[in-house]
DNA sequence: GGGGGGTTACGTACACCGTACGTCGCTTCG
DNA sequence: CGAAGCGACGTACGGTGTACGTAACCCCCC
């Protein structure tokens, strides 16, 4: 069998791959080259250490993401696909998510969606502040809502505890009244709600001068 | 010297010093025990394993959060005060705020703010379903705000490198004019606007049933 | 054809990690 | 005074990232 020679993409790849299979914690160096067939060392032809390794998880991740703008469309659609195409992350590398957030990425990766961002806000007729204000919000709503997503950050979802559980109903008298819709989330709701409602804020927003497109 | 004979509440705070003073890296069993000046198995006599430290350390910076709250106040000052209130944990404690973000905390100590923040929103009129998805909203928010803010988000904010950097101006032409606005980031500005942007859209949102305070 | 230099794979070794387990001393109670 | 319990601690095991040295290979130039 002709194995194929070791290269940054296949050693990332593994990684990935481990990463959704086993989840963050099962990735070390060891076991990935392991998953490749090959001796520990090897992977450090390659890379140069383990944080490099996972800074290229991230970005790998991250420009899989397909964007599909529309220069035609009306400034708010392109926002709301824009916006969208972020829970692919979620959607499809759960696991890796955490790392593509959590990790400063100063590559074509990381800038091409805040370049595209920036663009279309400008188009709308967003002066550069407000642009890059506006394009921080989503950014910090995005970034929440996929952790919450993810599972990183508390959905109040169903942990493995039994039904309606034991909130003290004296001590938390709202959060177990309404204990049933905070153990529920539907996320593409969720989402949908918070990009509507940005939209629709940002759309009134005063100091946008007119002139849209 | 009357060393104090050691507690979950002092292996925490040792936990949460060292998390500050080296960062998340920095802390291990053997570490946090040296610092403390006792061998590194006596830990385990008060923490059942490095994990349920962690969550401890999450629990405890979360719960010293200050929370001032006037009932009387109207119900968009009151979602205005809360919302700040968290920004106190990425100043008190901005290398750990991440922990926090990260963990579940199923403990009182997690659910008080919720508790509170659905009280404020029931009391605006606000049904339950709307009241949980308003909060979440906000929580995402914060979530990715904070993180933007102890810099495991970017910033776009002044790396290490040199001034106003080596983007490719043709290959990202948005980026590379708007570089000096995404170059600087005033957390404290880019938090009020977005808090007052979503709290202008709540109020401004049909399903909510009219009846305020 | 015969070096020789660069690249890659790999084994060994070291320092550090979390923690299971057993021991020892002290404190407290019967 | 003995027993029981608990907290501090040492040792040990299996894991981690990676520095370093070595050996095989390929390609180029003499």
Chains 1, 2 share one sequence.
Not at 61 to 86: C, G, K, N, Y
Not at 95 to 122: I, W
Not at 166 to 186: G, I, K, M, Q, Y
Not at 193 to 202: C, D, H, K, N, R
Request: one cysteine or more; glycine letters at 6%; charged letters at 25%.
């Amino acid at each position: 069998m002709a194995t194929e020679p070791l290269s940054r993409a296949r050693i990332i790849a593994a990684a990935i791959d481990l990463i959704e299979r086993e989840g963050a914690d099962a990735v070390s160096m060891r076991r990935i080259a392991a998953e490749l067939g090959f001796g520990v060392m090897s992977l450090y032809n390659h890379v140069p250490n383990k944080d490099a390794l996972l800074n290229g998880v991230a970005e790998t991740v991250l420009s899989e993401i397909e964007f599909t703008d529309d220069p035609d469309a009306h400034w708010t659609d392109r926002v709301r696909m824009q916006a969208r195409a972020f829970r692919q992350i979620a959607h499809g590398h759960p696991r890796s998510t955490m790392l593509v957030v959590s990790r400063q990425l100063h590559s074509t990766a990381g800038l091409l969606p805040v370049e595209r961002a920036l663009a279309t806000l400008r188009s709308a007729g967003f002066d550069g502040a407000h642009a890059v204000r506006v394009l921080r919000m989503f950014i910090a709503f995005i970034v929440g809502s996929l952790l919450r997503e993810v599972g990183v950050t508390p959905t109040f979802a169903p942990d493995h505890r039994q039904t309606v559980e034991e909130v003290d109903a004296t001590l938390f008298p709202e959060v177990s009244a309404l204990s049933s819709l905070l153990h529920s989330c539907d996320h593409e709701a969720e989402y949908e709600f918070g990009v509507e409602l940005l939209i629709q804020a940002i759309a009134v927003h005063p100091q946008r001068r007119e002139g849209t497109r």
